[in-house]
């Protein structure tokens, strides 16, 4: 595994030194809400990744232990990207940042419903949804 290389101590900058970019964010978001994904499903994300920083954040996410990679069960040419207990926990952040999107820009109708059941009962929210990525 290739160390992360740590600016400073500080908690924040280190999360962020093996987490925090954009495209990284963008991929965990897609495990979280997706569960499980392929490389091409992340290519069609909305965004346009880029096929060489896909396969960077990806390996990246991989040696950081964010994410694993499965055999997928209907092609042997294809695998699967699953977060880890480790990618899991980053569920909160996500939440929040989403609590965030939601109170200073728009945000799509399936994101506003499911942020209604977050202020309903955030923790209650995250427990479930967490069992639900562990079974994955």
């Keep these: 595994m290739t160390p992360v290389k740590k600016r400073s101590d500080c908690p924040i900058s280190c999360s962020l030194d093996t987490w925090g970019d954009k495209w990284s964010l963008l991929i965990v978001r897609d495990l979280m809400f997706a569960k499980e994904c392929t490389y091409g499903d992340f290519l069609k994300s909305q965004e346009g990744i880029a096929t060489n920083i896909l396969a960077s954040r990806l390996l990246t996410l991989e040696e950081n232990k964010i994410i694993e990679k499965h055999d997928h069960p209907d092609s042997k040419a294809k695998v699967l990207y699953k977060l880890?207990?480790?990618?899991?926990?980053?569920?909160?952040?996500?939440?929040?940042?989403?609590?965030?999107?939601?109170?200073?820009?728009?945000?799509?109708?399936?994101?506003?419903?499911?942020?209604?059941?977050?202020?309903?009962?955030?923790?209650?929210f995250i427990k479930a949804m967490t069992k639900e990525l562990e079974r994955t």
Aim: charged residues 35%; proline residues 5%; without cysteine.
């Design 84 to 124: 880890t207990r480790k990618g899991i926990d980053l569920l909160p952040i996500l939440i929040e940042i989403n609590l965030w999107a939601e109170k200073y820009s728009s945000i799509p109708a399936d994101r506003k419903a499911m942020l209604k059941e977050v202020k309903k009962d955030k923790l209650g």
